[in-house]
């Protein structure tokens, strides 16, 4: 199986900042790598695949990039509706596998 | 804008088997991948299993052995079964959609259904 790793597993920011999450694949992926937020009690949506195509609706201060093993998700300008929990996944090959979770407060 | 709904009983017994629904409306279940994915409670995701609409599964190692994935396309919907569970087994269970188009990423999801393994 792929591991995926993610970091930090939580982080507390302001309203306006710019907020970095990072996820590690155990072995090349490509570009195999979608990242989804979940807000509590609520099923993810999808953000961005692909590592950095944006998903048709979601704001564009949302913003991936990363290819091979190292991948970032970028939120610029955080909202208070930004707080959740993100998840990066691979789809590289089966079994899928999913990130530990990025907690984020502000 | 398609759109997911999982049913199914939410209480089951340790050793039985946890059955679970999920209807496909607003879209055509053919050309896509119908995946179901478990949470258990304040958890990270795993992936269990996918079909396809021509009835092709693959599933996850970990849970092969206990597994049955289905599909009925003339009614738009595709089933989990689970052998033999246990408490591990309690999750919010969600059926998820992904395609070749996005990098096979779950675009779609349904709103996910807690099921408890208790006797």
């Known amino acids: 199986d792929i591991h995926m790793t993610q970091s930090p597993s939580s982080l507390s920011a302001s309203v306006g900042d710019t907020v970095t999450i990072t996820c590690r694949a155990s072995?090349?992926?490509?570009?195999?790598l979608n990242w989804y937020q979940q807000k509590p009690g609520k099923a993810p949506k999808l953000l961005i695949y692909?590592?950095?195509s944006l998903q048709s609706g979601v704001p564009s201060r949302f913003s991936g990039s990363g290819s091979g093993t190292d991948f970032t998700l970028t939120i610029s300008s955080l909202q208070p509706e930004d707080i959740a929990t993100y998840y990066c996944q691979q789809s590289f090959i089966t079994p899928r596998t999913f990130g530990q979770g990025t907690k984020v407060e502000i | 804008q398609v759109q997911l709904q999982e049913s199914g009983a939410g209480l089951v017994k340790p050793s039985e088997t946890l059955s679970l629904t999920c209807a496909v409306s607003?879209?055509?279940?053919?050309?896509?991948?119908w995946s179901w994915i478990r949470q258990p409670p304040g958890k990270g995701l795993e992936w269990i299993g996918y079909?396809?609409?021509?009835?092709?599964?693959n599933y996850n190692p970990s849970l092969k052995s206990r597994v049955t994935v289905s599909v009925d396309t003339s009614k738009d919907q595709f089933s989990l079964k689970l052998s033999s569970v246990t408490a591990a087994d309690t999750a919010v269970y969600y059926c998820?959609?992904?395609?070749?188009?996005?990098?096979?990423?779950?675009?779609?999801w349904g709103q996910g259904t807690l099921v408890t393994v208790s006797s």
């Open positions: 072995q090349t992926i490509s570009n195999y």
């Open positions: 079909i396809n609409y021509s009835g092709r599964t």
């Open positions: 692909a590592a950095s």
């Open positions: 998820a959609r992904s395609s070749v188009v996005l990098r096979r990423a779950f675009d779609s």
């Open positions: 607003g879209g055509s279940i053919s050309s896509y991948y």
